[in-house]
């Protein structure tokens, strides 16, 4: 195990710990944008919400260290994504860009997700190979063991990771997807984001163990325990499990502990079933600024570039924002078009 519940820690060690894992200033500074860019993309989205223009936003604010510090750790375009509904990080980590992820949300007909015809946090992405999932939670667990093992059958090296919350693993389609996965050792990463609730059920009273990780053991393969709001942690697990699968050993559970620091949704009230204490303490060790401080103390981020970020990412919000604005909504005579077959 890569680290304990017990461990998780707000203190940031100065010591150098991303060269050893292959990973060069640039890559921290790619990670580190992106996680600034889905931060504010995530809280421009509610502003949107709140003021009529878009219908419905589901978020993954504070859960962005365990989504780059994993999805890095892929191939872009050859491997296969399938997030769910939280996971905005991993889809701008994958390749799509933040008009992609607006006009998704305000469905609009150059949405590549769907052409305007999914909810928001439907990601998805033909050319990326980002899967788009369905609001069950947990079906796409199967689906991505379905991809590893075509995957595996072709002889590919292809690696799919799957992402999903603890909620997801109160689920039969998490079960029976680890079970196949096991079995036939499918080159598939599970990728938990246990952020605490399901919903509004907080975590003990939706399973009796005390790590999610803990349940990879019945199917026969490695379950890692990861600090989700540190990168370097999660990606260092993440590397380790997709090497493993590449190299034909067979799938790994990844549990990130982290924390989702806003309501369930745009329509939940959180006030219901948790404190702002609570909250505020979460926020506090919150992944983004654990990167921040963590490449200030290796002389990585100055001020001036850490200006130039926030720079180039309201840039790149309000351009997505505008144009996803004032892009055209699908035609009515498109219908049924990607919802039924169409005749040739």
């Not at 509904?85 to 949405?111: C, H, I, Q, S």
């Not at 690696?159 to 999903?164: E, L, N, P, Q």
């Not at 840039?315 to 144009?323: F, H, L, P």
Request: net charge negative; proline share 5%.
């Amino acid at each position: 195990m890569a680290t304990t519940d017990q461990d998780l820690t707000t203190a940031t060690s100065m010591e150098d710990r991303h060269t050893p894992l292959g990973l060069s200033e640039e890559d921290l500074k790619r990670m580190y944008y992106t996680m600034v860019l889905a931060r504010s993309l995530d809280e421009r989205m509610w502003i949107l919400n709140r003021q009529g223009k878009v219908a419905f936003v589901i978020s993954g604010q504070g859960q962005e260290g365990a989504q780059v510090g994993s999805a890095y750790a892929l191939r872009p375009d050859k491997d296969f994504f399938l997030p769910y509904y939280r996971d905005l990080t991993v889809a701008l980590t994958a390749g799509m860009t933040a008009r992609d992820l607006m006009l998704a949300l305000f469905a609009k007909a150059e949405d590549p997700a769907s052409g305007g015809r999914q909810m928001p946090g439907h990601y998805g992405h033909r050319a990326h190979n980002v899967v788009s999932g369905s609001s069950p939670i947990a079906t796409q667990i199967p689906h991505a063991v379905g991809i590893a093992m075509a995957a595996q059958i072709k002889g590919e090296d292809t690696v799919a990771a799957v992402y999903f919350g603890e909620a997801a693993t109160s689920k039969g389609d998490f079960h029976e997807g680890l079970n196949f996965a096991g079995v036939l050792k499918a080159p598939v990463v599970f990728i938990c984001e246990n952020n605490r609730y399901a919903i509004s059920v907080p975590e003990k009273k939706q399973m009796s163990v005390q790590n999610v990780a803990d349940r990879a053991l019945g199917y026969g393969f490695p379950g890692v325990i990861t600090d989700g709001n540190d990168v370097l942690d999660v990606y260092k697990a993440a590397k380790t499990a997709v090497d493993r699968a590449r190299a034909g050993e067979g799938p790994t559970l990844i549990e990130c502990k982290t924390y989702r620091i806003v309501p369930h949704s745009s329509d939940d009230d959180e006030s219901r079933y948790r404190q702002k204490v609570e909250v505020e303490e979460w926020k506090q060790k919150g992944p983004i600024e654990r990167m921040r401080q963590y490449l200030r103390g290796q002389g990585i981020l100055t001020e001036d570039l850490e200006k130039n970020i926030q720079a180039r990412v309201m840039e790149e919000v309000n351009d997505a924002t505008e144009y996803a604005d004032k892009a055209p909504y699908p035609e009515p005579d498109t219908l049924t078009k990607h919802v039924f077959a169409e005749r040739s």
